[in-house]
């Protein structure tokens, strides 16, 4: 066994029975091992707007941190410091899940992903980078990341270090039933965005993988209180509860319908359910009163692709009606398609002009085709909505990829 498959086995060994606030300190000490002069993990936040550490004790003599703008030459920035994503080395190799290395290549960043979704970057320092420390330090970063997704779900230092402000009831109620934000294979991916994060009542979205099928679903409560969240979690349980004992598109809308209904009466819920063969590019969904899909090929929206009269809203308690139709296109190596709640394209500029599904489709088509995978699409396109447009209702976007090898 080479010197560092044996110090990355030790490493996991010895992570069984820790919290979150010893594996910097595992980490650090297996870097050190492995010949770096020191390791540091950085956890992006909810609204993937900063950096922040795992915090442990600074070593007595810390390695400078680079300036925050890649460019800049003041002086250095405290481990311990959040690192803002845009405009900093560490934000940039989260931005493009690239490795980047300082200028005087004692420092490097290593992104951290857990499958295709984004966690955060891992810091390292030596006296210089050679390609072996740096493929050394990927795997470093990756095994940092499983070590952080294991105690995501219940250790309270990962939550404190991806929070900057307190959340609202209905959004950690919502949040605690969304799946991660992206997913994916090498022949499809799948990545979503919530807000407001911290106030989030209504709107929710989900997606999963399972027998060479994509399963989506994107929906939106009345309301903005924790009824609402109570309702979107409801609908998301009957989803999941009846696509996994092999119900149709269909059958998941009624039984949405029927359980919001009986148990959450009086508020009303719209939703675009849908499904994509990864094999074949089949996509099948039904809008129940949504606001339709867009497919977006070859930079271009399709007018009218997937625009068909939508079925009811759920929640009206509509029993034996007619089940809402299926509708289906055939992707193209390529193409995307967005599903997006009407709080997006209801945001509004200081003067009243609204975002609108033009704006929508025009910024995605701009941020795909600058390279941006979608994670960072819609991280950038959200960025730009806080910037320049106020939200006046939930916001959430899910991107899907289809790009078979």
Known sequence: MSNEDAVLSALLASSNRVTAADIPALIDEAGRKLGLSGAQVYLADLQQARLSPLMHPAPETPSPIEPNEPNETSKPTEPSEPIQIEGSMAGLAYRTQRTQRSR???????????GVERVGVLRVTAPCFEDALLETCAALSGLATLLVMAKASHDELVVDRTRSRTMTTQAELLWAFVPPRTIGTDD????????????????????????????????????????????????????????????????????????????????LLTAVIARLDIATGQFTWINCGHPPPLLIREGHVVPQAMEFPAYLPLGLGLGQAAAPDEHHIRLQPGDRVLLYSDGVTEARTSDGSLFGEQRLADSVIRSMASGNAPPETLRRLVRNLHEHHRLHDDATIMLVRWHPH
Do not use: Q
């Not at 005087?104 to 857990?114: F, G, K």
């Open 104 to 114: 005087d290549d004692c420092t490097a960043w290593v992104p951290m992903i857990d």
């Open 188 to 267: 499809v991916t799948s990545t979503a965005i919530l807000e407001p994060a911290y106030e989030a009542g209504g709107d929710a979205f989900d997606h999963s993988l399972g027998d060479g099928v994509l399963h989506l679903a994107l929906l939106d409560a009345m309301g903005h209180d924790l009824a609402s969240g109570g309702a979107s979690a409801v609908a998301l349980g009957a989803s999941r509860a009846t696509r996994r004992a092999g119900g149709t598109l269909a059958d998941i809308a009624t039984t949405i319908d029927t359980t919001l209904s009986e148990w959450i009466p009086d508020r």
